[in-house]
């Protein structure tokens, strides 16, 4: 199991998120099916992390 803390920009600064994001990766039974899910999870992680970025700053709306 990977425990991942995400650190959130804010006009303040650097501030931590309190809740971590646990994720538990299953393991495989050959080598090749575990680097796809690896390279998948990754993909899928780096999504995740952008979203997070867009929810805790979003988008400033120019009036």
Known sequence: ????????YSNRGLSSMSNAIEMAIPS???QRRAD???KTSFKNLDDILENIS????PTRIIH
């Open 1 to 8: 199991k990977y425990e991942i803390r995400v650190a959130a």
């Open 28 to 30: 495989f039974s050959t």
């Open 36 to 38: 796809i899910q690896q």
């Open 54 to 57: 867009k929810v805790q700053n």
